[in-house]
């Protein structure tokens, strides 16, 4: 006899047999004793279920659980905004960390640094000039042109706008969505 099939089945709900099932189920549960002490230990079980009180959630149970999701939300955006702020902070300070090592040489003598940005500030303009002239140029020569300073701020402002865009995709998707579809469960 296969009694795993047999109490398998009889763990199901009765309706949902097929005609051939109950009348196997019938005839094993006749012949076995195993299996008619499961099957009344269930119906005993199920009997005992029924004849408990059904227990009413309190009143401000809803409530209560919409309170503490909000409050979880809250908790995420927090952490999430703190998250985005320490990167911010670690970029601009890589940035500027590289912007001074690459100046270092000259931070000791003022006249110098001066100098050096003055010379900057043409540089940077020259480039841009030249950006502007020859846009159609391959990105290649771009880079021999540009003083490195550009590339190090550029980075560092573009990390920060992927940050940023990121923060705002997921505030965008997140939180009225999955609300509603919360409420709807409950
Ligand atoms: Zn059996």
Redesign the pocket.
Known sequence: ?D?PY??ERLLDIPATLTPQESALLAA?VAA?P??RALKENLQNLERALQAQPMLAPSADFAQRWQQRWNLERQRAFRRQLLVTFIVCLGAAGLSLGLLLASLWPYLRSLELLLGIALYQAIAWGLALLRGLNLAGVALGNLIQWLPPSFWVLSMGILCQLAVLWVVWLRTLINPSQNRQRRLVIL
């Open positions: 006899m009694h047999i109490q094993h076995c195993e299996c």
